[in-house]
């Protein structure tokens, strides 16, 4: 089985992310208040990860390493271990339910109760190759007294609790904690994408009143729901903003995939508003005459990627029966919140206020917390943090008060 945790107490916390576009690590610093501190960033162009996973170990090392040198060279500290983010198609989601029942229901609920509660939670009928990477809790339930965050103390003979479940495949959980061992790091934890970035952008009140949040990467799409303070919902889809470069590519016709993404970063948007009888000139390639593009063909292509994107997310929650609790709308992160524009597609869609994410509730380096590329990263520290002052009270009734209304995770 693959060993998810190795909890460690530091005061310096390192996020790593290893994307489709890029390697990201970001340090950070815990206060003494608890707070966060981003102090130091290491980045360099990722070539051999597809779609969120591994496909070359020795590129993905090689980027792995010059971005952790990087990193500690801007954070002048040395890196021992990092937090990992992982993504994929092969990662599924589902929402559990465990129960306990008492002799009586004058029975004072005690930590082995919601011990067994909690496994019965999370037995479920998954592939025998995959291997649970968060199991999130809910709401608890007592006695039919709903939205329990922590029923130990409390008197009653039936205990309920609900649970957000992420599981994917074993061995493509372990390539990129191959890759980073074979730097001398140790991984303190894996975390799912959508996960971290969502921590990295989201104070308590959007996430009680309601809020999806997607991160549009190069070569998946991540999305989370939270609504009542808790994660509801979590999806993956293999499509990002490489899939649009690779629209472009094909669409515009005798543009090589490099030119197709120069073009998308300078002159794409999501909107074909102001494109109309506007073109551009494309300076020679090797064995290319010179020749001219039509503004709004290449936005419309855009455009219809995009769309189809968000609209494939809106049905999911849809579906789901989510609409109706994202009163604080939509959060937009990753590399395609770049794109001009794509917020007003967003809300076209969603029929939502959209927002771009910004990191709360940490400090530090601007070019960070700023970033809406570097949510993963960020989160990732800021989760560690979480993660670590609940460690110092030990033990299950530990984490529960400790975790309750930040993660909700075991």
Do not use: W
């Not at 981003?38 to 170990?57: D, F, M, T």
């Not at 409390?154 to 495949?169: A, F, I, R, Y």
Request: hydrophobic share 40%.
């Amino acid at each position: 089985m693959l060993n998810l945790f190795f909890p460690e107490k530091a005061t310096v916390i390192v996020g790593l992310e290893i994307g489709t576009a890029k390697v990201a690590a970001v340090v950070g610093e815990v206060t003494e208040a608890g707070g966060v501190n981003v102090i130091g960033i290491g980045q360099c162009a990722s070539r051999g990860v597809r779609k969120g996973e591994v496909v070359n170990a020795d590129l993905t090392s090689e980027d792995v390493r010059n971005a952790i040198v990087e990193a500690e060279k801007s954070a002048n500290v040395e890196i021992a271990s990092v937090y990992l983010s992982v993504t994929g198609g092969h990662l599924t989601s589902l929402n559990t339910h465990g129960v306990m029942s008492a002799a009586s229901d004058d029975h004072e609920i005690s930590q082995p109760d919601v011990a067994e509660v909690l496994a019965n939670a999370k037995v479920f009928n998954r592939p025998s190759e995959n291997t649970v990477l968060h199991a999130i809790r809910q709401h608890f339930t007592l006695n039919g007294q709903a939205g329990i965050t922590d029923p130990i103390g409390m008197l009653g003979g039936k205990l309920e609790l609900d649970m957000h479940v992420v599981h994917g495949v074993t061995t493509r959980l372990q390539n990129p904690v191959r890759v980073v061992k074979g730097l001398n790091l140790e991984v303190e934890e894996l975390v799912f994408s959508g996960l971290a970035s969502s921590l990295a952008l989201l104070d308590n009140e959007q996430k009680q009143m309601g809020v999806l949040v997607v991160d549009f990467g190069a070569g998946t799409t991540e999305y989370v729901v939270y609504a009542e303070g808790v994660i509801k919902h979590t999806g993956i889809l293999a499509v990002g903003g490489d899939h649009v470069t690779n629209d472009l590519s094909y669409g515009l016709r005798r543009v090589s995939p490099a030119r197709a993404e120069q073009l998308k970063r300078e002159h794409g948007a999501a909107t074909i508003e102001g494109a109309a009888g506007q073109s551009i000139t494309l300076t020679n390639e090797i064995g290319c005459d010179d020749r001219r593009v039509n503004l709004e063909h290449l936005r419309r292509i855009m455009v219809a990627r995009l769309e189809e994107t968000f609209q494939l997310i809106d049905e999911d929650i849809g579906e789901q029966g989510f609409h109706e609790q994202l009163r604080a709308g939509v959060c937009l992160c990753g590399g395609g919140a770049r794109i001009r524009g794509i917020d007003k597609l967003a809300e076209a869609v969603f029929s939502l206020p959209t927002t771009l994410g910004r990191a709360s509730s940490v400090g530090g380096l601007r070019s960070a917390t700023d970033d809406p590329e570097l949510a993963t990263a960020v989160g990732l520290v800021k989760y560690g943090a979480i993660r670590q002052k609940a460690l110092p009270r030990g033990g299950l009734v530990g984490k529960l008060k400790n975790l309750a209304g930040s993660l909700g995770i075991f």
